[in-house]
């Protein structure tokens, strides 16, 4: 049987918006190229706060099922704030929207690339896009088979605070340190609380990244040098030495946002990690680490130079990956749809 067209009348009556969708590692982004309506702000952190209070259903709408589900990400390009940037950019997810998204750069990137909207010419294009936690410098090149190549420096990152230990319910005593590499994380040895890093435990994965969270929120408050709107948890970091392959430096599992589980190694996860060890004197600047993902994709993190940051002791780290386009979508709401903003099961 061949489907017709949906009839014009029908689609008049209905809300529609385009995406493209792409994945970095396994980490889904849905890119939003029509149906919002525009999003007023002076910077990207007022846009945000627009979003949030004016505009929250259309992110529930696309994140959530029937046409997401619990762990979709979401980006929304806008127009530019800084003086030379190509681009400004929001990120959605499950309960709300991150501060930045190192997965969702390396994926807009390569999209704009691939699309032809950035043309590439004989050497390496940088690309300015403004980010809620700032400016973020891309970079991308063709290399000698033609294979697209992304990279991203990312805003200053630092430890922010060592060798803590908290309370949780329901497991004991966990230490952890917290790491902001564009959001807070709590970092946590999962190797050191006998807890497997593998898919199929995802579930205990989820349940302790929340108990740690929220644990760690109450303990330990958190202030952003420059921003208030950044002085948040975002979540919880699982570490651990037992790793697919040779070449890996470790393993994380990101859990974020209400449970939501990072399919990559988590782009601004990768940077609070490097400025972590360079913190502790285990890795050098310039050092060039792999670390895998919950499905064993990979990012490659480095610090490239030392940087001050408001009285915090940074690094600016680069991080690279790879990204695929995965399908293009026009979704629709009908007004007669009870579920006008989703739902969430796990």
Request: hydrophobic share 40%; charged share 20%; net charge negative.
């Amino acid at each position: 049987m061949r489907l017709l067209d949906l009839s014009p009348s029908f689609l008049d009556a209905c809300t529609r918006f385009k995406t493209l969708d792409a994945h970095t590692e396994g980490e889904p982004l849905r890119i939003l190229l029509e149906g919002y309506p525009e999003i007023p702000g002076d910077t990207i952190l007022a846009k945000r706060r627009y979003l949030t209070a004016h505009l929250d259903q259309y992110r529930k709408l696309l994140m959530h099922e029937p046409r997401g589900h619990a762990d979709m990400y979401g980006a929304i390009i806008t127009a530019p704030i800084t003086t030379g940037a190509d681009f400004g950019v929001l990120f959605l997810h499950n309960e709300g929207y991150s501060s930045m998204c190192g997965h969702g750069i390396l994926a807009l990137v390569t999209v704009a690339v691939e699309t032809g909207t950035l043309a590439l010419g004989d050497t390496p294009r940088e690309i300015k896009i403004d980010a809620p936690a700032g400016l973020i410098h891309a970079k991308a090149y063709r290399d000698e088979t033609g294979e697209l190549k992304v990279s991203f420096r990312n805003v200053p990152s630092w430890a922010e605070a060592l060798d803590c230990r908290v309370t949780v319910e329901g497991i004991g005593e966990v230490a952890y340190d917290i790491g902001f590499g564009g959001a807070y994380y709590a970092y946590v040895d999962a190797d050191g609380l006998g807890l497997s890093c593998a898919p199929e435990n995802v579930a205990q994965l989820i349940d302790w990244g929340r108990r740690i969270k929220h644990a760690v929120m109450a303990q330990h408050p958190l202030a952003h040098p420059l921003e208030a709107d950044l002085g948040f948890l975002y979540g919880t970091i699982f570490t651990s030495s037992k790793t697919s392959s040779n070449d890996a430096h470790s393993r994380h599992v990101c859990v974020f946002a209400d449970g939501e589980v990072d399919r990559s190694p988590t782009g601004t996860g990768v940077a609070g990690r490097i400025a972590l060890l360079h913190a502790r004197g285990e890795v050098a600047l310039g050092e060039r680490l792999r670390i895998e993902s919950i499905v064993d994709g990979a990012m490659q993190v480095c610090a490239l130079d030392n940087a001050d940051f408001y009285g915090k002791a940074a690094v600016i780290p680069e991080v690279s990956g790879r990204a695929f386009i995965t399908g293009r979508h026009e979704f629709i709401l009908d007004p007669k749809d009870q579920f006008q903003q989703g739902f969430m099961l796990r």
